[in-house]
């Protein structure tokens, strides 16, 4: 060994010395990571310089803990903080590939009945260099057990130990500071995960999230009811006259809520090789009785499909971290739509080819008032009837008819797809259309899934015609969210046809469609700006159903006087006038505006507080449970004994709905079974296809 090597070796020997050496490649790691797998929006030196310094406090009080301990067992508790700050690395590092966000402990909790999603996705997600981050802890462990660097037995005086704890903790503080002075707020209004990484690093993020859950249980503890009256107060300016040209319009009809997986508004009337994407979907679009509308955006967080269905039944939002469903839909009260309109003689249904237990669904549905719930227990499966999370749509659609038909008109039902959902593989014989050419992966094979789901829903609105139920229902469709995620910004601007996406075109990428179907309904495409919040209010406007007493942050899409500002999850927004995307904003035409008249100013500001407003009355309902102090008018509180989702429970039910009354669909068919008229040409079904 050289003379120089061997100092190293020497110098290491020496406790502080490994203590720094760990330090320091703990924040060289986290730097590096940072910069190289995350996409912070860094937007200026301090946020650069932030980024850098962060890792250093809680790397050296982390590491500092050991320091306080003797011998081995120092050397120990060094290695295991080592592991344990990879092993949170590492994950942070494949959830945001794909989810822009970080780990929470919301989404860990959650994980039981989230698993199957993340699990299938995480091999196609990792990427070789991801477990470079495990390098230093491979190394340096092996270092210690083939004693190259041994273990140094000598005690580290307590007052150097708590000098350095000292010093983490200032420079704690200084980050704190330096942060709050760059970003205002930080701490009090978090809405987005990246901006406290960016900030104050990855680890103080897991700490701080943790501390958050443990305040969500006692939250509650101590909510009451007087907590509701900023929510009461807000409400009532944000309520709108209803439109008269619209409302009750739809009074006594059945009504579908159809959900397009990962479906985006950019796929209406795209083209793949002179290809239409989706045909059906299209021309259910422009139909003139179709009310379309094309500033409609989804407004999701990390629950995504479960924030876009709490949004659209609750008008209520996600949550900051985490999924309503998942951590509030089991214990607290709602006011949902299945609900309301189970009071108003409605029989409701919800219907998904997955397991009961996705999203935490099986026991929110009650919560929200459904009658049934149609999963994966009512479908027939066999082994290529499945793909991704459930039940391949064509073949799921066609098997809900036996169900759908059976139940009392009028009736609530949500139909849920899933074969257009990331990462988007669909068998060679049900591709019918070519991918696009990106280059990317996870996005060429969008098109044809999206494709699938198009036929799937061209064969159930066929289906639907040939039954009758056309005539009689309003058909509501719209995707839940995005399906390309903005981590693929080259491949985006591809399909969009530009050299480069701005962060306002990304904003502009999160439309999705919203459609209400009805003959007779006045249809056209309506340019209001709004979301999924909105959703609720609408539809119970239409239905004609008084709904000025309910909580709802949303409003009626089709009322002339609404607020036109849609808040994203993230605290960011967009309107007719300005948008607010990260730290920049935008005229609607997309120009960034550096500087702001003090006109635009106010309106900036205005439009942020209402944004901020509305989301954190959303979190304090949720959080709180603040339904729980509060019941409509004509609202019979909902009691979830009262359901039951196991298949020998729902069929006795349907059964006992047939001999009640003669409103189902098949006892207008003179007992005859219509699952006959729905055709399909799913090709796993063509032995059976006579
Ligand atoms: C699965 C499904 C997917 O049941 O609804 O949820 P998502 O991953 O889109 O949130
Ligand atoms: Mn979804």
Excluded: C
Excluded at 226 to 249: E, R, W
């Amino acid at each position: 060994m050289g003379v120089g090597l061997k100092k190293i070796r020497n110098t290491l020997n020496n406790r502080i010395v490994f203590f720094v050496l760990l330090v320091v490649v703990f924040w060289l790691k986290t730097y590096i990571t940072y910069q190289t797998k995350f996409n912070l929006g860094i937007s200026d030196g301090m946020q650069q310089f932030l980024l850098f310094l962060n890792p250093i406090p809680v790397g050296l009080l982390l590491f500092g803990i050991a320091l306080y301990f003797r011998g081995r067992k120092s050397y120990w508790l060094m290695m295991i903080v080592s592991l344990i700050q990879s092993i949170w690395l590492f994950a942070n590092v494949l959830y945001y590939r794909e989810f822009s966000d970080f780990l929470s402990l919301g989404i860990i909790k959650s994980s039981g009945s989230v698993s199957n999603n993340l699990g299938l996705s995480i091999m196609e997600i990792i990427h070789p260099t991801d477990f470079l981050i495990f390098l230093d802890f491979i190394i340096i462990t092996l270092l210690l057990l083939f004693k190259v660097i041994k273990v140094d037995t000598r005690k580290v005086k307590l007052r150097t130990a708590s000098l350095l704890s000292v010093v983490a903790i200032l420079l704690f503080s200084v980050n704190l500071s330096l942060a709050e002075k760059n970003r205002p707020q930080l701490l009090t209004r978090t809405f987005d995960n990246n901006y406290i990484v960016k900030y104050l690093g990855i680890n103080f993020y897991a700490g701080y999230n943790a501390y958050q859950t443990y305040k969500e249980s006692s939250t509650r503890a101590n909510a009451s009811s007087s907590d509701l009256k900023s929510v009461l107060s807000f409400i009532k300016t944000n309520k709108t006259t209803p439109n008269i040209s619209y409302y009750g319009k739809a009074k006594g009809k059945n009504v579908f809520i159809f959900h397009l997986e990962s479906f985006q508004q950019f796929l209406i009337n795209y083209k793949v090789d002179g290809k239409e994407v989706t045909p059906n979907i299209n021309k259910f679009y422009g139909d003139s009785s179709t009310l379309s509308f094309d500033n409609f955006f989804n407004q999701v967080g990390q629950g995504k499909t479960s924030d876009a269905e709490t949004m659209l039944e609750n008008s209520l939002f996600g949550l900051p971290s985490g999924s309503v469903m998942t951590s509030y839909g089991t214990s607290n009260t709602f006011h949902a739509m299945p609900a309301i309109l189970d009071q108003q003689g409605y029989s409701t249904a919800a219907m998904h080819g997955d397991v009961g237990s996705f999203w935490n669904r099986d026991n929110t549905y009650k919560s929200w008032g459904y009658q049934y719930f149609f999963n994966d227990n009512y479908f027939k499966e066999k082994t290529n009837y499945s793909v991704g999370y459930g039940l391949k749509d064509k073949i799921f659609l066609k098997q809900s008819v036996q169900y759908l038909e059976q139940l009392p008109q009028p009736f609530y039902a949500k139909v849920i797809t899933v074969t257009n959902h990331y990462p988007y593989e669909l068998d060679k014989m049900n591709q019918t259309i070519a991918k696009t050419n990106t280059g990317d992966q996870t996005v060429d094979g969008y098109v044809q899934t999206a494709h699938y789901l198009d036929q799937a829903f061209g064969e159930f609105i066929s289906y639907l015609k040939k039954a009758g139920l056309y005539d009689n229902s309003m058909i509501v469709a719209y995707g839940d969210h995005y399906g390309i995620s903005n981590n693929h910004k080259k491949a985006i601007s591809q399909l969009l046809g530009k050299k480069s996406v701005t962060s306002y075109d990304l904003a502009m990428f999160q439309k999705v469609p919203f459609m209400i179907h009805m003959p007779g309904l006045k249809g056209g495409v309506n340019h209001t700006y709004g979301g999924e919040i909105d959703v609720m209010p609408t539809l119970l406007d239409l239905l004609g159903i008084k709904n000025d007493d309910t909580i709802q942050l949303g409003n009626d899409l089709l009322a002339a006087n609404r607020n036109q500002t849609v808040a994203f999850r993230d605290g960011d927004f967009v309107s007719p006038t300005l948008s607010k995307v990260g730290s920049k904003v935008y005229d609607n035409t997309g120009k960034e505006l550096s500087n702001l008249t003090s006109v635009q100013k106010k309106e900036v500001t205005e439009q942020q507080n209402r944004t901020d407003k509305v989301l954190s009355l959303s979190d304090k309902i949720v959080t709180g449970d603040l339904l729980r102090f509060y019941t409509p008018a004509n609202f019979k509180k909902v009691n979830k004994a009262d359901y039951s989702y196991k298949y020998s429970d729902g069929m006795k039910r349907l059964k006992e709905a047939q001999e009640d009354n003669k409103k189902s669909l098949i006892q207008q068919h003179g007992g005859k079974s219509t699952t006959d008229l729905f055709s399909t040409d799913a090709p796993e079904l063509k032995s059976e296809n006579k």
